[in-house]
Nanobody, 120 residues
Framework: QVQLVESGGGLVQAGGSLRLSCAASGSIFSINTMDWHRQAPGKQRELVAT???????NYLDSVKGRFTISRDNAKNTVYLQMNSLKPEDTAVYYCQVMVITTARSQYYIWGQGTQVTVSS
C-alpha cells in the first residue's frame, strides 16, 4: 500500500511565498508522473503543474513564471515552490502521483490536500 503525505500550506499575504511538499511512502517500486492540482471553493479541481520521471515540467498558464515544481526521486517527494502569490491562488492543493508498486500494480493516488490562503 502507498500513502501520500502533504505539508507546507498556510496563510500568506499577496506577494509572498510558500513551498508545498508531498512525500510518498509504502510499497513503491517507482513513481512516474507527479502532479499538483488545486480546488477553490465553488470551482472544479484544476491541474496546476506536472513533472515526469524524466524531469519534464508543465504548468497552468496562470502560474507560469511564479510556481516551480520539482521532485526528489530518492525521497519519493514532489515539491511546489509558489512565489508572488495572488489571492486567486487560494485553494486546497492536492498532489497526485502515478505509482508502480513492488507488486507491479500501477495506479494514481491522491494526497489529503493542504489549504493555501492568500490574503490581499
Amino acid at each position: 500500500q502507498v500513502q501520500l503525505v502533504e505539508s507546507g500550506g498556510g496563510l500568506v499575504q499577496a506577494g509572498g511565498s510558500l513551498r508545498l511538499s508531498c512525500a510518498a511512502s509504502g510499497s513503491i517500486f517507482s513513481i512516474n508522473t507527479m502532479d499538483w492540482h488545486r480546488q477553490a471553493p465553488g470551482k472544479q479541481r484544476e491541474l496546476v503543474a506536472t513533472i515526469t520521471s524524466g524531469g519534464y515540467t508543465n504548468y497552468l498558464d496562470s502560474v507560469k513564471g511564479r510556481f516551480t515544481i520539482s521532485r526528489d526521486n530518492a525521497k519519493n517527494t514532489v515539491y511546489l515552490q509558489m512565489n508572488s502569490l495572488k489571492p486567486e491562488d487560494t485553494a486546497v492543493y492536492y498532489c497526485q502521483v502515478m505509482v508502480i508498486t513492488t507488486a507491479r500494480s500501477q495506479y494514481y493516488i491522491w494526497g489529503q490536500g493542504t489549504q493555501v490562503t492568500v490574503s490581499s
